[in-house]
Structure formats: structure tokens, C-alpha cells
């Protein structure tokens, strides 16, 4: 006999969609409420999602894009260690294996209604340092293995009972092990929080029917991305961009991008993008499909459920062997953050083509990323910290681009110059918006910012910045945004302008000053 399908009303998916997301959110609350490290406590970098037992997304929290756009592929990397059990959790951050870059610990854990396996839920947080050649885990590195850590799925927790053994060795592997410790917990906590809240939402509402909702949620989201695909002219929109560098030589590095629209489809392609390079811009397929991911989403009205069904009507061309889809063991931590932003800028651009009164210029473009470490004297111990800055977001038909704020890819908050001082032996002598940055135009693009760290200790630090070389392009006759700029300033009043990727050691009364990008303008003046 057919089993018909599941037919539920408009205000009975909205139900389910607020309920499955509310679990992804307090997963959220839990995470950054009990976190140890800056970075994840006050800056927010993390993300968490829902997945049916299939392991396709169903819910995700408003948490970071190229987090969120890569975990079903983390989710599908941990389905191998089938059959689960209930109290499993999985831990992985290999970006051949699911993940995005080393510092993104992704944790997965299938959920059960009794023996019955119903959905996972997962949650990934970028951890200030996994190991590596230089703190923070965001080297100059050629191959993955000097960046940290390689974790491939495994069990932290199997049946309930946590697995010290791997644990232990994780922690010995980093250079702050006490702040990963909680980290890991606090992830951990997550974790449990999204199970409870998981399967008191299948006995209110029964596995089957929840098992049912969550597929029509995702028919949904298909069907109104396919009419948001329609609503675009057909035909094929180019557009090409640049990396200012590979951070081991100064060639620029082109990505193309063709996107064909026929009907509801959409096909992406990004033949002619760079090879593959011996440094760390490269970016896994599932850092690319993200950063796609992310641009359809936009084109969607926010009540569109975030789910697989979004991604269904989309198909992607990735050469293998390139800076889009690199192949192992090429290094990748700089791709996750950087190169991500530009694949996004070339999807708008060929966009912009087909809907000039939608797509806004280009934003900073980069996520100015400034990871730095060393010895303590204080409080005698290592210390290492990471950050992302925010910058100009590019102006668009409807008004001018925001200020100081973090676009695109990334959607973490800024860190507290209190909560930084108070952790680390490192003062902020400057934090202010970069005034006159943003490209003019009809209106304008947005500033960027001026942040100018004090070393108090001697510091390696690493930068890895984009749009240093090549500012963000505006549109419809917009002009384009100031590029940024990085300096340091020794205590003997020296002045070093810094390229866009480089490793310096600091001494103690050194300045680092990171001037961040401003958005493209749009429209003519």
C-alpha cells in the first residue's frame, strides 16, 4: 500500500521551522554563555544547525555563513561511524573530511527517540589555536600539516562515557590547553543542550510526524528558491576577481566565475579560477559551496527556511585541483576566511549583471584575520588569541553601505577592548571607524576601521588580510572603497608597512595598526 505524503499546512511549517531553529539558537546561548576564549565567548565565532538522520540540514541559527553552508558536509563525513548509539558525539576538524579550516572544531551528535535514530545535531567553533608552526594556527603554511591538528571523525564521547584518551590528545597537541578545555566543553554542553531539545520536540510532536515536517520544510525551501531562480533573466553571467596574493609570492590570483540561469536552475562554474597554490589561500569544495550557498540565500526573502532545500536547485562547478576546490594535503586556513569573501564578490558581480537594481557594490571584501601568541610573563603561562575585523559593506540601490561591521562570510561581533586587555598582555591604543574610506557614489559605501594594537611582551603574529592590492569594486557607476592597510610601528618610532599576508615578531612597545577596507559606492554622484 503507498504511503501518501505528509501535507502540512503554511502555519504549521512556520511552527516547526521556529521550533527546529530555537534548538540551534539555545545550542548557541549555551556555547557562548560557557566558553573560555575571547574568541568564542565574546566574539561569537561559532555556529550550530540542525540535520535529519539522513544528515541534510533542517534548521540552522543566524550564526556564520561559511560555518553553516560547510557543516552538512561534516555531518555526511561522521555518517561512516555508523551504527551510532545513544551519547555518541563525533569530533572532527580535517577539511578534506568535513571541515572548513583546522581551527573550526566541528562536534556532531546523532540523536535518538528511544533506538530509533531521528536527526544529528552539530555545532563548529573556530578554537584560537589547534597547534601548528605559529600561534593561533593561521601560518604562512604550504602544506596542512604545519597549520595543526588533523582530527579526522572520531568519537570524544561514545554511549555517554567521554573518551579521555582522545581528548588528552587533542589538548597536547595545542598550545593553550586549559582555554581549549573549556572551549571543548563548552561545545560539549552544546551539544547535550541540542539533544535534550531534539527529542522533547519529537515526543511533542511524535518521530514520524516530526521525521515528516522536517522533509516538507525542505520541499518548501526548495520550491521558493526555484521561484526566486525563475524571477532571474536566463542566461550567462561572468565575472572575474582577485586575490591580492598568495602570501608567498606577490602574483595576484584570479577567481572566474560563470553563473547560466535557465528556468529554475542555476548552475555555478568556476573554470579559469588559479591553480591551487603551496600556501594557505586554497579552499576546500565545501568552503566554495558555502560561500554559493550563502549568495542564493541572500536572493531569498528572510522567512525562506534555511535548509537543504535551498541548495537544490543549485549545481556547482568546481575544478578540482584549484584554489576553489584544492586537493590534499594543500594548506587551506587562509581560504576558509579569505578566499571565501571572493568567491562571493565574483557571484555578486556576474549577478549584478542580471539584476542591476538588486545586487549591492562589494564589501571590504576580507576578514583582516590577526592571530598572534607567545609567552605570558604575567601570568606565566603561553597565550594565544584570534580576531577578525570588520570593515566597510558596500552600498546598494535601496541606501548607503553600514559602517564598521563584519559582512559576508563572517558574522562574528567585535571583541571588547576590556575583554581583550583583561586576557592577554596586549593593549588597543586605537579603535575607530576609518572616515572617508567607503567609495562614493549615489550612495555611499561604508568606512572601515582603525584598530592599533600595543605588544606588551614579545609576540609572533600572524596576519592574513585580502583587498590590500585591489580595492572593492563599486557599481552603476559607484567608486570603489580605500583599500586597507597594515603597519607596524616599533618602540623605536619605525614605521613598516606590512603586505596583506605576513608573520612578524613583535617585541614589547611595538604597534600593529590594521586599517580595514571600505565598501564599493553605487550609483553615479
Known sequence: MMTMPYRADPAELSVANALLASIAEEMGAVLGRTALSPNIKERRDYSCAVFDRHGALVAQAAHIPVHLGAMPEAVRAALPLAPFRPGDLIVLNDPYLGGTHLPDITMVSPVFAGQRLIGFVASRAHHADVGGMAPGSMPLAKEIWQEGIVIPPVRLVAAGRLQRDVLSFILRNVRTPQERMGDLQAQIAAQKVGEARFLQLSQRLG?????????????????????????????????????????????????RVTVEVKGDHMLVDFTGSSPQRASPINAVAAVTRSAVYYVIRC??????????????????????GTIVNASFPCAVSAGNVETSQRIVDVVLGALAQALPGLIPAASQGTMN????GGWDP?????????????????????????DAVHTHMTNTMNTPVEALEMAYPLRVMEYRVRRGSGGEGQHRGGDGIVRTYRFLCPTIVTIISERRRFPPWGLQGGKPGLAGRNFLVRASGQQVVLPSKCQIEAQAQDSLTIETPGGGGWGPL
Open 207 to 255: 518521530w514520524r510526524r516530526l521525521a515528516s515536517l522536517m522533509t516538507a520544510l525542505q520541499d518548501y525551501s526548495e520550491r521558493l528558491t526555484r521561484a526566486a531562480i525563475a524571477r532571474i533573466p536566463d542566461g550567462r553571467y561572468s565575472f572575474e576577481d582577485f586575490l591580492d596574493d598568495d602570501g608567498i609570492s606577490t602574483e595576484p590570483l584570479p577567481i
Open 299 to 320: 536572493l531569498l526573502d528572510e522567512a525562506v527556511p534555511a535548509n537543504d532545500g535551498c541548495f537544490r536547485p543549485v549545481s556547482i562547478c568546481l575544478p578540482e
Open 369 to 372: 584575520n590577526v592571530a598572534m
Open 378 to 402: 604575567e601570568r606565566g603561562r603561553p597565550f594565544t588569541y584570534y580576531e577578525t575585523i570588520g570593515g566597510g559593506a558596500g552600498a546598494g540601490p535601496l541606501g548607503p553601505g553600514l
